[in-house]
């Protein structure tokens, strides 16, 4: 009992009660379930701002000492970590910044880096930077809105391009950061993931999965941010210059463009913004490509945790079923079953308003683990030596996917599905 009562206490155990506690309350007391406003021009959005600083530090501080952690200095800490998450949403709601796509969780990163690098952090600040427990929670929250159904019925094209895209551009990342950039494990697993299934979510989760090295994920987190800039004004250009002289059908125009920039582009604020630029058709198109290799997440982890337990450290550890398990990430098996369990049981209408309670949960949980991460990397460290080889392997990754993905797109939206009717 009192090994299993210590296995319960453990960091991954933890991270999974946290999440299903916040599922549970979005189930069954969606009036208690608190939301980051995006404006304070208001009393209620005060009020509300209050109320989920209230939670979340509940959340920090009961989590911390079920995992014997030091609880001191955690409220002044966090309280300013808030502070620049609330700043991070009320940016990207303005009219302007929302239009161009840019995401709170841009913003987070970018503020906690002008502190990191400017100012410095400073000792008083450190107790509740903890980027890997508020990602994790957020990803088990994830889980809860990734419905296989609603993308099973929304678009077999649509998936069937997230399969083969995932799966081609994983392995050629993968080999070539390990084989012709010489990048570590470590970093091209993270890096093969941000660059197939769906970019930031991905790498958070790839890093969980195989306990990777934080400067790392935060590195990898900065690539894919920047890189999605240009590349949501820039495919829309180019698709709008060369499709029409592939194809006549406006119609399929739009649908080739939109599942191009639906699989290659790492950020759904920006996959929205840059279908929205073509027409309704393209945006459509690319949220249903995103949200089937958002699906993809899951099983990707799942399989990248299994095969890194199994291969344990350095391939000295005979992997036994035991130490497999021992090894598993468990916030993964957190995801699967929330996407499981809302697939199946809560995946009607009556339900959704409580999926969108625990993905705007999900979505403030990634913001504070962003101003985290920001507050964790040093630009020094993102542009030294060391690090050229993996941008080298991420932009090569990047330029194959979208080539990739470009000619998968053309022969399922372009070719196949208009034939077939």
């Not at 119609?251 to 604020?269: L, R, S």
């Amino acid at each position: 009992m009192k090994k299993l009562l210590k296995t319960l206490k453990s960091e991954d155990w933890i991270i999974v009660f946290a999440g299903a506690v916040i599922l549970a309350i979005a189930l069954l007391f969606p009036n208690l379930m608190p939301s980051m406003p995006k404006s304070l021009a208001t009393g209620a959005n005060w009020l509300d701002a209050g109320y989920i600083f209230v939670f979340l530090l509940a959340l920090t501080y009961i989590t911390n000492f079920a995992m014997g952690r030091k609880l001191r200095g955690i409220l002044l800490s966090f309280l300013t970590i808030f502070v620049l998450t609330l700043l991070a949403q009320m940016t990207a709601a303005i009219p302007f910044i929302k239009e161009i796509g840019l995401e709170a969780v841009f913003f987070a990163v970018v503020f906690g880096l002008i502190i990191s690098n400017i100012f410095g952090v400073p000792e008083w600040l450190k107790p509740a930077i903890q980027s890997e427990f508020y990602i994790k929670v957020g990803i088990v929250c994830l889980g809860a809105t990734i419905l296989f159904g609603e993308v099973v019925h929304s678009g077999l094209y649509a998936l069937l391009q997230a399969l083969i895209v995932v799966c081609c551009v994983w392995y050629f990342a993968f080999h070539v950061s390990r084989r012709r950039f010489k990048v570590d494990d470590e970093m091209a697993t993270m890096l093969a993931s941000s660059v197939s299934i769906c970019g930031v979510s991905a790498a958070i989760a790839t890093a969980g999965a195989i306990k990777g090295d934080g400067k790392k994920l935060s590195y990898i987190i900065s690539l894919v941010l920047v890189c999605a800039i240009p590349m949501m004004y820039l495919m829309p250009w180019i698709a709008n210059l060369i499709l029409p002289l592939i194809l006549s059908d406006p119609t399929a125009i739009q649908e080739v463009a939109g599942a191009w920039m639906g699989g290659t582009i790492d950020t759904t604020g920006a996959v929205v913004a840059s279908g929205s630029l073509l027409g309704e058709t393209a945006e459509k198109t690319a949220v249903i490509v995103k949200s089937s290799q958002n699906v993809l997440l899951g099983l990707a982890a799942f399989i990248i945790s299994l095969y890194w337990a199994y291969r344990g450290k350095e391939g000295m550890e005979r992997p036994t079923p035991a130490i497999i398990w021992g090894r598993f990430p468990k916030f993964v098996v957190g995801f699967i079953l929330a996407s499981l369990i809302f697939s199946i049981f809560f995946a009607t209408d009556d339900f959704e308003a409580n999926r969108k309670m625990a993905k705007s949960m999900s979505t403030t949980l990634f913001s504070v683990a962003f101003v985290c991460i920001g507050l964790e990397t040093r630009f020094k460290d993102i542009f030294s030596k060391e690090n050229r080889q993996p941008l080298k392997a991420f932009l090569t990754a990047q330029g194959f996917n979208i080539v990739v993905t470009f000619v998968v797109s053309l022969l399922l939206f372009g070719v196949i599905k208009p034939w077939i009717g």
